[in-house]
């Protein structure tokens, strides 16, 4: 946690090892999900001074060679929670779940985790803030390092497993409940139209994500460039969507 020199609190993520690989992955996320209309933290690139980190910071694996990169920094939100810290007491209050202003986007995640091929964001680790506003709690999905198959851009990407995804989360199901299949079936329609309008926007945008990585994080930008042009393939397309169904049709027959 960062004051920055705009006097805003920031989290920061740093490089790990002096690589910037998921600091990449992270940002192309964060870009991509604001295209899909997601709120999100405000992100920036963020350069600390030595002298602002403390020797309690630098210890084991962290090192001062971590921060000589620009760091990703993002907006503290003072009253926001990491959904683990709430699942059970929103799981069994329906005046809480009630609260939920943007209940929709759980399943607008599920989709955009398929297309990214986000294997981190699971039952055991959702990887969402629920933010306290004045209308109620917002869901905020957080912490993309590891898409595209658990960071491993030169490989082929694979599809997601049913039990790997939210959509099999008691927390998802609480949600989204059974006896609400016909609802649910046709939300699932109306996101996939959603999805493909994002497509066109987001494949509009792609040097201009690219252009955000900064130079110093020595990332293989025409490699990314390909791995992007991947997800917006048609048979990645196909697979996208063939994946969000076979998950709806699952977990709601």
Same mark, same amino acid.
């Given at each position: ?40 933290? +405000? ?12 020797? +309690? #910071?630098?210890? @084991? ?8 990169? &620009? ?18 007491? #929103?799981? *069994?209050?329906?005046? *809480? ?5 943007? $209940? ?18 699971? &039952? ?11 209308? @109620?709690?917002? #869901?905020? &999905? ?7 198959? =658990?960071?491993? &851009?030169? $490989? ?6 049913? @039990?790997?995804?939210?959509? =099999? =989360? ?17 939300? *699932?329609?109306?996101? #996939? ?52 169904? =076979? ?7």
């Amino acid at each position: 946690m960062v004051e920055a020199s705009d006097l805003r609190t920031y989290l920061c993520k740093h490089t790990r090892n002096q690589k910037a690989n998921l600091l990449a992955n992270e940002l192309l996320a964060n870009k991509l999900l604001q295209l899909w209309n997601f709120s999100l933290p +405000e992100m920036v690139l963020l350069n600390i001074k030595r002298e602002h980190i403390t020797d +309690e #910071i630098l210890s @084991g694996w962290i090192q001062y060679a971590n921060f000589k990169k &620009p760091c990703l920094g993002f907006e503290y939100l003072q009253f926001a929670h990491t959904l683990s810290e709430m699942d059970m007491g #929103i799981k *069994a209050n329906q005046a *809480a779940k009630q609260k939920i202003i943007n $209940k929709n986007d759980l399943l607008r995640i599920v989709l955009f985790d398929i297309w990214l091929a986000n294997e981190d964001r699971s &039952p055991n680790n959702f990887n969402l803030l629920l933010n306290a506003e004045s209308q @109620g709690y917002r #869901i905020i &999905p957080i912490d993309h390092e590891y898409i595209f198959n =658990s960071n491993s &851009p030169e $490989k082929e990407l694979y599809p997601l497993n049913e @039990g790997d995804s939210l959509i =099999s =989360s008691n927390f998802f199901q609480s949600l989204f409940p059974k006896q609400n299949r016909k609802n649910i079936v046709k939300l *699932a329609q109306q996101i #996939i139209e959603e999805f493909n309008e994002n497509l066109v926007i987001c494949h509009e945008n792609v040097e201009q994500i690219l252009d955000n990585i900064p130079d110093e994080w020595n990332i293989d930008i025409d490699a990314r460039r390909d791995l992007l042009t991947h997800i917006f393939s048609p048979n990645w397309y196909s697979k996208t969507i063939d994946t969000f169904n =076979s998950f709806i049709q699952l977990t709601y027959k």
